[in-house]
C-alpha cells in the first residue's frame, strides 16, 4: 500500500471509527478520492498514463520526505502539540536548575521513537539543536556566574523547551495544523490560509534563487572568490528575489481574491477532530511538569529563575 | 454533470481603466454587452488591457480590489457590480504556479467552494465532480507539487468549476503549457462547453488555438475546435473598435491585428531569414547525467534525475533546438551546456574554436570568460537583469571586459539601434513590456561577446508569450547571427520557431535524448556527415581533440532553410546566401 494509499485508508477509518461527525455522510473524503481514481483509471487513454509516467520521478522529488502516518505523534492533533510545547516552555522558563529540565528532556526523548522521525532526519534535526544547547552551556560556563550547574542548566533547560516545539513542527503537516488552530485554537482564518499558500511557494522561490545565480553566472557575475564581490552579487540577487516574490505574491492574492477568499464566512471542508489521545497528551504534560519540579525539590536542587 | 447553472450576462458601458501612477488609460470607452451563454474570444494588441477587463469581470478591481487603478463607467454582471457577484465568477490565468493555494489537490479544489460556504458533504461532491470534468488522474490526495503543468492547470480549472461559475474567465490558460498540456485543457474547454451554460470570455493571443479552421489543425493535425463564437477587438485608449462572428472579424480586421502583433490564422509572420554555414562542433556534452535540486536544507529529498547519459553537439552556424514536453530536461541541458551548471556524471567540454580558450569543462570557466564566448538568455528576461537601466545593462559587460567609454557607448547605441531600444536606454529594465523586456535580455548577451556577439548565444524560450512583432524580429536577428557562423541553441516547444529556424532538432523525453533530427537541409547535411555509429566510436575512442579535424568543413546548400516560412522569404534567402558562398 503506498503512502496515499494508507493516508487515504487511514482518514477513512478515521470517518468510519468515530462515526459521522456534526455533517459528514457518506461521500466523505475517501470515499471521493477512490471514485476519481476509478474514474482517472478507465478514461486513461494518452493523457492520464503518459501523465502518470512521466510525473512519477518528480514526486518523489518535490513530495518532500513523508512521514509514516501510522506514528502515534503525527497522528496526535497539532494544536494539541503545540498547546503541549507551550506548556513545557511555561513551566520551564521559571526554574533555572538541570534537574528539573532533566526530567522534561528525558520524557521529551522518550517520546522519539513515537514520532515517525527516520534517523536520518533526527540527525539533521538534532545535530543543530545539540550544538545550540553545547554554545549556551559553554558561553554560560564561560561567562556565567552561577558555575557549571547553572552552565548545565541552562542547556538543559534550552533543550527541554525546544524539543517538543521541534516535534510539534516537524510531526505536523502544514495543512492539518491550519486546520487545526483554526477551528481549535480559533486563530483568525485568513492569516492562517496565507501562510499556507505562502508555504507552497517556498520551493518555488528556492528555485528562483538558483535561477538568478545561474542568470549572474551568464552575465559574467560570480564573486570568483572575492567576499567583497560575493556580498555585491548576493545582495543583487536578493533584491531580484524580493521583486519577484511580491509580484508571485500579488499574484497568487489575486487568484485567491478571485476564488471568492475576500470576503464572508467561510466554511471547512475538513474536519479537524480532537480526540481523547489530545487531552491524554495535555494531561500528561502537566503531569510531566509537576512530576519534574517534585523531584527536583526533593533532591534538593530545584532552583527558581533570578533576576 | 454541468458545472454550471446558467449563464451570466456581463454590461459594460463607457468603462475604463487606468493603473494606478500611469497618466494613460489602458482601456477607455468599451461599450459591450455579453449575453448569457455566449463565449467570447477578447483579442487586442499586447497591453491593450485585456487582462485588466478580465480582471475588472472577476471583481478584482475596485476599492477592496486586489488590483489598484482608476476605473471609469459602468461594469454590471447580472445587473449588480462584478465584486458582488464573486463566487459567480471564476477567473484561470495563465501560471498555475501562482493559482494553487494548497498542498493537496483536493484541498485545493476546496478552497472556492469553502470561501463560498458550502457545507462540507457539498463541497467534496463538487470537488469530486470538477476533478472528473477535467480529467484530474489522481486522488485528491494527490500533492500538488507532484503534478506537471498540464496536470496543475487542470486542477486550477476543477477548483473554478467546483464553484459553479456562471462566468468563467479564461487569461492565456494554455500559456505556460507544453504542447500535450495545451492540448488536454483545450480538450477539457470544449467539453466545459458542450455541458455548461456558462457565459466564457477568453483572452488568447494564439488565436489558432481557440479558433476552429479547416486550413488550421494543430501539429498532430488534429484539427482544432471552435472554442469561441464571438470575437470582440479591443484597441489601448480606445474602446471596441470590432465585434463579430469569428470569421467576419478576421476578414474585416485580419491585417490591422496582424499589423499590431496578434497571432490572427493565415496571416503568422514570415520572417526571412538565412542560412549558416555549419562548421566543426564547438561544445560537445557526453554521457550527460544530472539531477534536480534537492529539497531546502538538511530535511531535503535528493533531486530526482532529470537526464540521463544524453549525447549533444553544438555546432557553428547552424540553430539547435531542443524539444521535449515540460520537464523533459530541456532546460537542464541547456544549462549544461552554457556551462552554468555541472553534469553529474559525463562531461561538457568545449571544442574547436572554444577549446583554443580554454579546454577545460565549460563549467568550471570563470563566469566573465563563460559570458564572453556563451551566451544564455533565460526564459523570464527580468531574471538576468543586472543594473537599474537599459543603457547599464548594455554597457556592463564591456566595461567589465575593460572597454573604454567611448567603445562601450559606441557599442551600446549600435545594440539599442539594432533591438528598437533607443527610446528606452535610461528605463529601469522592469519597467519594460514583455517584448521589450526579451529584447533587451537577448542584447545583453549580445552585449558580452567579442565582436558583437558570443559565439554560442543558448535562448530558454525565447519565443514565449511574444507577440508577431517581437517573434518576427527575434528570429530574424536569430538567423543573422547563425549566418555569421554563431552557434544558436534554443530550448522550445514553439512550432513556428522549429519550422523556419532550426536545422537540427534534439527531442528529450523523460530526460532522454533522441539521436538528432534534421529539421533543414543544412542540419541534414551536418547529420549525414557524422552518423551516430562514427559519433559513438569517435567518442569511445579518441582523446578530446584530434576529432574536431576529422569533422571538416560543412556547407550548407542553398535554400536550405526558409523552406515553410513563405515564398519570399525562400527566395531571399538563397540569393543571398549563394551569393555569400562565391
Redesign the interface.
Known amino acids: 500500500m503506498s503512502a496515499?494509499g494508507a493516508?487515504?485508508g487511514r482518514r477513512a477509518a478515521r470517518t468510519a471509527a468515530e462515526g459521522a461527525p456534526e455533517?459528514?455522510?457518506a461521500?466523505?473524503?475517501a470515499g471521493?478520492?477512490?471514485?476519481?481514481?476509478a474514474?482517472?483509471a478507465d478514461?486513461?487513454g494518452e493523457?492520464?498514463g503518459?501523465?502518470?509516467?512521466?510525473?512519477a520521478?518528480?514526486?518523489?522529488?518535490?513530495?518532500?520526505?513523508r512521514l509514516p502516518r501510522r506514528a502515534w505523534l503525527p497522528r496526535a492533533d497539532p494544536a494539541g502539540k503545540l498547546l503541549a510545547a507551550v506548556l513545557v516552555a511555561a513551566g520551564l522558563i521559571p526554574v533555572v536548575d538541570p534537574v528539573t529540565s532533566g526530567v522534561v528532556l528525558a520524557a521529551g526523548l522518550g517520546l522519539l521513537p513515537f514520532s515517525g522521525l527516520g534517523r536520518a532526519?533526527l540527525a539533521?534535526?538534532g545535530v543543530p539543536l545539540l550544538l545550540m544547547g553545547a554554545s549556551i552551556g559553554l558561553v554560560n560556563l564561560v561567562f556565567g556566574e552561577e558555575g557549571p550547574m547553572g552552565a548545565l542548566g541552562a542547556a538543559v533547560r534550552l533543550l527541554a523547551i525546544a524539543l517538543p516545539s521541534m516535534l510539534a513542527a516537524v510531526t505536523s503537516?502544514?495543512?492539518d495544523m491550519a486546520d487545526s488552530l483554526v477551528q481549535r485554537l480559533r486563530v483568525p482564518e485568513r492569516p492562517a490560509?496565507a501562510v499556507?499558500?505562502a508555504?507552497?511557494l517556498?520551493?518555488?522561490l528556492?528555485?528562483?534563487w538558483?535561477?538568478?545565480g545561474?542568470?549572474?553566472?551568464?552575465?559574467?557575475?560570480?564573486s570568483?572568490g572575492n567576499p567583497a564581490r560575493a556580498a555585491a552579487v548576493f545582495t543583487?540577487k536578493a533584491f531580484?528575489l524580493l521583486?519577484?516574490s511580491i509580484r508571485?505574491g500579488?499574484?497568487?492574492?489575486?487568484?485567491?481574491?478571485?476564488?471568492?477568499?475576500?470576503?464572508?464566512?467561510?466554511?471547512?471542508?475538513?474536519?479537524s477532530r480532537w480526540r481523547t489521545a489530545d487531552t491524554a497528551l495535555l494531561a500528561g504534560t502537566l503531569a510531566l511538569l509537576a512530576a519534574a519540579h517534585a523531584v527536583s525539590a526533593a533532591a534538593g536542587t530545584w532552583t527558581p529563575l533570578t533576576f | 454533470m454541468t458545472p454550471a447553472r446558467g449563464g451570466a450576462r456581463v454590461e459594460l458601458a463607457g468603462w475604463g481603466w487606468r493603473h494606478s501612477g500611469r497618466s494613460r488609460w489602458s482601456l477607455r470607452g468599451v461599450d459591450l454587452l455579453i449575453e448569457p451563454g455566449e463565449r467570447v474570444l477578447l483579442l487586442g494588441a499586447s497591453g491593450a488591457g485585456k487582462s485588466t477587463l478580465l480582471?475588472a469581470m472577476?471583481?478584482?478591481t475596485g476599492e477592496?480590489?486586489?488590483?489598484s487603478g482608476d476605473e471609469e463607467g459602468r461594469l454590471r454582471i447580472d445587473g449588480g457590480p462584478a465584486?458582488a457577484s464573486?463566487?459567480g465568477?471564476?477567473?484561470v490565468?495563465q501560471?498555475p504556479?501562482?493559482?494553487?493555494?494548497?498542498?493537496?489537490s483536493?484541498?485545493d479544489a476546496?478552497?472556492?467552494?469553502?470561501?463560498?460556504?458550502?457545507?462540507?458533504?457539498e463541497?467534496?461532491?463538487r470537488?469530486?465532480e470538477a476533478?472528473?470534468e477535467v480529467?484530474?488522474?489522481?486522488?485528491?490526495?494527490?500533492?500538488?507539487?507532484?503534478?506537471?503543468g498540464?496536470?496543475k492547470q487542470r486542477l486550477v480549472l476543477a477548483?473554478?468549476l467546483a464553484?459553479r461559475p456562471r462566468l468563467l474567465l479564461l487569461d492565456e490558460p494554455t500559456a505556460n503549457l507544453d504542447r500535450?498540456g495545451a492540448a488536454?485543457v483545450r480538450r477539457v474547454l470544449e467539453h466545459l462547453l458542450r455541458s455548461s451554460e456558462a457565459t466564457m470570455v477568453l483572452v488568447e493571443h494564439r488565436v489558432a488555438e481557440v479558433v476552429g479552421d479547416a486550413a488550421n489543425a494543430d501539429e498532430a493535425g488534429e484539427a482544432v475546435a471552435d472554442l469561441v463564437d464571438r470575437v470582440v477587438v479591443v484597441e489601448p485608449g480606445a474602446g471596441v473598435v470590432a465585434d463579430g462572428e469569428p470569421a467576419a472579424v478576421f476578414a474585416g480586421h485580419g491585417r490591422s491585428l496582424a499589423d499590431q502583433g496578434v497571432w490572427v490564422p493565415g496571416r503568422e509572420p514570415r520572417p526571412s531569414v538565412r542560412p549558416g554555414a555549419a562548421g566543426p562542433a564547438v561544445i560537445e556534452a557526453a554521457g550527460c547525467t544530472a539531477r534536480?535540486?534537492?529539497?531546502?536544507?538538511?530535511?531535503?529529498?535528493p533531486?530526482?534525475?532529470v537526464l540521463h547519459g544524453v549525447d549533444a553537439a553544438v555546432h557553428p552556424g547552424t540553430a539547435t533546438a531542443l524539444t521535449g514536453?515540460n520537464?523533459a530536461g530541456k532546460s537542464t541541458l541547456l544549462?549544461l551546456l552554457?556551462g552554468?551548471?555541472a553534469p553529474q556524471d559525463g562531461t561538457v567540454a568545449p571544442r574547436g574554436r572554444l577549446a583554443g580558450v580554454s579546454t577545460r569543462p565549460l563549467a568550471k570557466w570563470?563566469?566573465?570568460r563563460?559570458?564572453?564566448h556563451v551566451?544564455?538568455v533565460?526564459q523570464?528576461a527580468?531574471?538576468?537583469?543586472?543594473t537599474g537601466s537599459v543603457r547599464d545593462e548594455l554597457a556592463?559587460?564591456p566595461r567589465?571586459a575593460g572597454l573604454s567609454e567611448g567603445e562601450t557607448r559606441r557599442r551600446v547605441d549600435e545594440l539599442l539601434e539594432r533591438l528598437r531600444l533607443t527610446g528606452l536606454a535610461d528605463v529601469h529594465p522592469?519597467t519594460l513590456s514583455g517584448g521589450e523586456k526579451r529584447r533587451l535580455s537577448v542584447a545583453?548577451?549580445l552585449s558580452?561577446g567579442a565582436s558583437h556577439a558570443p559565439d554560442v548565444l543558448l535562448l530558454d524560450e525565447p519565443t514565449f508569450g511574444q507577440d508577431t512583432r517581437t517573434w518576427r524580429e527575434l528570429v530574424e536577428l536569430l538567423s543573422e547571427l547563425r549566418a555569421d557562423g554563431r552557434a544558436v541553441v534554443t530550448a522550445t516547444h514553439d512550432a513556428a520557431l522549429l519550422r523556419c529556424f532550426t536545422d537540427v532538432e534534439i527531442g528529450l523525453s523523460?530526460g532522454y535524448a533522441r539521436p538528432p533530427a534534421a529539421r533543414s537541409e543544412a542540419g541534414a547535411a551536418l547529420l549525414a556527415d557524422r552518423p551516430p555509429s562514427a559519433r559513438s566510436r569517435e567518442r569511445s575512442g579518441s582523446g578530446p581533440d584530434g576529432r574536431n579535424d576529422a569533422d571538416g568543413a560543412h556547407r550548407s546548400p542553398p535554400g536550405a532553410d526558409a523552406d515553410r516560412c513563405g515564398e519570399r522569404g525562400r527566395r531571399r534567402v538563397s540569393g543571398r546566401g549563394e551569393g555569400e558562398r562565391r
Open positions: 496515499a493516508d487515504r455533517r459528514t455522510p461521500p466523505g473524503r471521493a478520492g477512490a471514485a476519481v481514481r474514474e482517472a478514461c486513461g493523457g492520464g503518459s501523465a502518470a509516467v512521466r510525473t520521478p518528480a514526486e518523489s522529488a518535490s513530495a518532500g520526505p532526519r539533521a534535526l503537516d502544514p495543512t490560509i499556507l499558500a508555504l507552497r517556498i520551493p518555488l528556492a528555485e528562483q538558483r535561477t538568478l545561474r542568470a549572474r553566472r551568464a552575465r559574467g557575475l560570480d570568483g543583487g531580484a521583486v519577484r508571485i500579488t499574484l497568487l492574492a489575486m487568484a485567491m481574491d478571485a476564488r471568492g477568499f475576500a470576503g464572508g464566512p467561510r466554511s471547512h471542508a475538513r474536519l | 480582471h472577476a471583481g478584482l477592496s480590489g486586489a488590483v465584486a464573486r463566487g465568477v471564476a477567473l490565468s501560471d504556479e501562482t493559482q494553487l493555494v494548497m498542498a493537496r483536493g484541498d476546496a478552497f472556492g467552494p469553502e470561501n463560498l460556504g458550502l457545507e462540507r458533504a463541497i467534496w461532491a470537488v469530486r476533478l472528473e480529467g484530474f488522474g489522481y486522488g485528491p490526495d494527490r500533492p500538488t507539487a507532484a503534478l506537471s498540464g496536470e477548483g473554478a464553484m500535450a488536454r534536480a535540486p534537492g529539497g531546502i536544507g538538511l530535511l531535503g529529498a533531486g530526482a534525475p514536453p520537464g544549462g552554457a552554468l551548471d570563470p563566469a566573465r563563460l559570458a564572453r551566451g544564455t533565460f523570464h527580468e531574471d538576468q537583469f543586472v556592463f559587460a567589465r522592469f545583453t548577451a558580452s523523460g
